[in-house]
């Protein structure tokens, strides 16, 4: 008796929950996600937390809609943790001048990112 009230339950029909879709510009969600980040890096001194949260929010929602991101805000994601970096806060920012390279290490995770830098040459 109790191997039927077992199948009977097992067949019961699950409900799907139909999201709302919001449909948002492509410019729309770029002034989102920058605010987002402008906000992340107005907190994070504050509060880290929140700010971190906020910037995982437009990562999220950048990789989501498959916009790119702005090119000041490019390179305050670390490579290997995904978090947002602060010079001074999180991460060390170091400039070569015989390499002419940009280093960067992460605190959280000790990542090490190298990113070249060459001056203009004037004609």
Not at 43 to 72: G, H, N, V
Request: with cysteine; net charge positive; hydrophobic share 30%.
């Amino acid at each position: 008796m109790q191997s039927s009230k077992r199948k009977n339950s097992s067949r019961r029909k699950k409900r799907s929950r139909k999201r709302k879709s919001l449909t948002l510009s492509p410019e729309e969600v770029k002034d989102k996600v920058v605010w987002l980040l402008e906000e992340a890096n107005r907190l994070i001194l504050e509060d880290y937390e929140l700010a971190q949260e906020y910037a995982s929010r437009a990562q999220k929602i950048q990789m989501r809609t498959r916009i790119k991101f702005p090119s000041q805000w490019k390179k305050r994601f670390c490579k290997h943790c995904k978090i947002f970096l602060y010079p001074g806060v999180n991460c060390q920012v170091r400039l070569s001048s015989t390499n002419k390279v940009i280093a960067i290490k992460c605190s959280e995770c000790k990542g090490y990112t190298r990113i070249p830098y060459y001056r203009r040459t004037e004609e």
